[in-house]
């Protein structure tokens, strides 16, 4: 239990999300205030530049479409004033990394940033060999198991992806916060592992540091069967204590209900 209440959820999916529920931005907002909350960020996902897998259904549903995005800019834009002397309201959008695909989403952030006041860059997808596998579904998690042979080489692909995101040049409109830095933790209950490369992830909290950005401690860890940790856990915690890395929690709601949850646990 910390002693410091947590007045700001920096990680928030609306009603536009594909995968999330029909809950309106009101009932999202609404929660906040009642959590006593001061400030909140909605941070949908940002439209895909281009189809990179052949999977184009499964893309579909992880995020919105370009024109959908546009409607919940300006929905959110005609809210704000609504709630401005109760809450601090950020409009925002969850980047996606894909490694290789750098151009095109500084490209697709040129085009937004200038409506962004709070993001996140987020790595959900490992490219092995040519292919893109998103990690953070179980089919996803046993077909990169598969393919690159241990659980820690799948760990491996997701930090050095995470340290190319860390790095990576995506214009003046780069996400400050990186999400849920320990999302390959998602099935550690049903492969467990103790990750020794510390030295990879000392290199990562080393250039989070020194870029200046924040991590999205993510609660929405606790709310998954076999993961039950925040995404922000062990060595990695550790680390970005020791660096004095400024964290941001987030409860990655796709439902009002999960709005500021679980911010008393560490
Ligand atoms: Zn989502
Ligand atoms: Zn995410």
Not at 9 to 31: A, K, M, R, V
Not at 35 to 40: F, H, I, P, S
Not at 178 to 184: A, F, K, S
Request: hydrophobic letters at 30%; glycine letters at 6%; one cysteine or more.
């Amino acid at each position: 239990m910390k002693s410091e209440k947590i007045l700001k959820d920096g990680h928030i999916h609306s009603p536009y999300c594909p995968h999330g529920t029909n809950d309106p931005f009101e009932l999202y907002i609404e929660q906040a205030i009642r959590c006593g909350l001061d400030e909140m960020s909605f941070t949908e996902h940002m439209p895909f530049t281009r189809y990179f897998t052949d999977d184009k259904k499964f893309l579909d549903e992880c995020s919105p479409s370009k024109e959908i995005i546009e409607k919940y800019f300006h929905d959110l834009g005609k809210l704000k004033p609504k709630y401005k002397d109760k809450i601090k309201i950020n409009t925002g959008l969850e980047v996606d990394f894909i490694d290789g695909y750098e151009n095109e989403t500084k490209d697709f952030l040129n085009i937004y940033g200038p409506k962004l006041e709070d993001s996140i860059l987020s790595v959900h997808f490992i490219k092995v060999n040519d292919e893109y596998i998103a990690i953070d579904w179980r089919p996803g998690f046993e077909e990169a198991l598969e393919k690159l042979g241990t659980v820690e080489r799948i760990y491996d692909k997701y930090y050095e992806t995470l340290l190319k995101a860390v790095r990576a040049d995506l214009g003046e409109f780069k996400p400050k916060r990186i999400g849920h830095p320990n999302l390959i933790r998602i099935f550690n209950k049903l492969y467990p592992i103790e990750y020794k490369n510390k030295e990879l992830l000392q290199e990562i909290v080393k250039e989070i540091k020194n870029g200046d950005y924040e991590v999205d401690v993510n609660t929405a860890g606790l709310r998954k069967p076999y993961c039950n940790e925040i995404y922000v856990s062990d060595i990695f915690k550790e680390l970005i204590e020791e660096y004095g890395v400024k964290k941001v929690y987030g409860s990655d709601s796709h439902t009002a209900s999960d709005v500021g949850r679980d911010f008393d646990k560490e």
